[in-house]
């Protein structure tokens, strides 16, 4: 979408590598997000929002609202973003890329444990800081991908004939403490699937 590359297949250039999730990734955590905590009909969306008809195929399945509680403009900042979010009735948050997420990791995991929401987070950072879930690229696979297609790229491959991949596998990461601060306890068909505990 952004032109780099003529399609992930045949990129034509000279940029190539491995790339983040798609954006479609996000369904898929608001999916993990509704099944791990039952109930959650309200979900306050931090990160670029996409707009209604980008997530409507997954909340008419999963019978859940979904909106925007990204500050405009940093307003207020992040812990007033999510007072608010709650005061329009949230129940949950899903953070996405953008809008200075990723930045303020930390602060939002931390903030989404202080105010009791049970949150679906892009990376292990969030979690670490009291975030409940994580559903992310496994980092290992990430790095060790980027430095094979360095090493071929140096030994004479070109980057317009070495397909842009996109992430295989991903880690489902939980952190327990914040499950028993908030008296969640997954269901099984959902803990079934966790690849990373934390205390």
Same mark, same amino acid.
């Given at each position: 979408?952004?032109? @780099? &590359?003529? #399609?992930?297949?045949?990129?034509?250039?000279?940029?190539?590598?491995? &790339? %983040?999730?798609? &954006?479609?990734? $996000?369904?898929?955590?608001?999916?993990?997000l509704v099944e791990a905590v039952p109930g959650v009909s309200m979900v306050a969306v931090l990160g670029v929002f996409g707009g209604p008809r980008f997530w409507e195929p997954a909340t008419r399945l999963l019978a859940v609202e979904v909106f925007s509680a990204t500050p405009v403009g940093f307003e207020g900042g992040f812990e007033t973003a999510?007072?608010?979010?709650? %005061?329009? /009735? !949230?129940? !949950?948050?899903? !953070?996405?890329?953008?809008? /200075?997420?990723?930045?303020?990791?930390?602060?939002?995991?931390?903030? #989404?444990?202080? @105010?009791?929401?049970? %949150?679906?987070f892009p990376n292990?950072?969030?979690?670490? !800081?009291?975030?409940?879930?994580? @559903?992310?690229?496994? #980092? #290992? $696979?990430v790095d060790r991908r980027g430095a094979d297609y360095v090493d071929r790229i140096l030994?004479?491959?070109?980057?317009? $004939?070495?397909?842009?991949?996109?992430?295989?596998? @991903?880690?489902?990461?939980?952190?327990?403490?914040?499950?028993?601060e908030l008296g969640i306890r997954f269901p099984q068909s959902f803990f079934a699937q966790v690849d990373e505990v934390i205390e």
């Open positions: 979408a952004a032109g @780099y &590359v003529e #399609s992930l297949a045949r990129p034509g250039g000279n940029v190539t590598g491995v &790339v %983040g999730p798609p &954006v479609e990734i $996000d369904l898929k955590r608001l999916q993990l999510l007072a608010r979010a709650i %005061g329009r /009735g !949230a129940d !949950a948050l899903l !953070a996405r890329g953008g809008q /200075g997420t990723a930045p303020n990791a930390e602060l939002i995991g931390a903030l #989404s444990a202080r @105010y009791r929401l049970p %949150g679906i292990r950072r969030f979690v670490e !800081a009291g975030g409940l879930i994580a @559903y992310a690229p496994r #980092s #290992s $696979d030994r004479g491959a070109r980057p317009a $004939d070495l397909p842009v991949e996109l992430p295989a596998r @991903y880690d489902l990461i939980v952190n327990m403490r914040t499950a028993r």
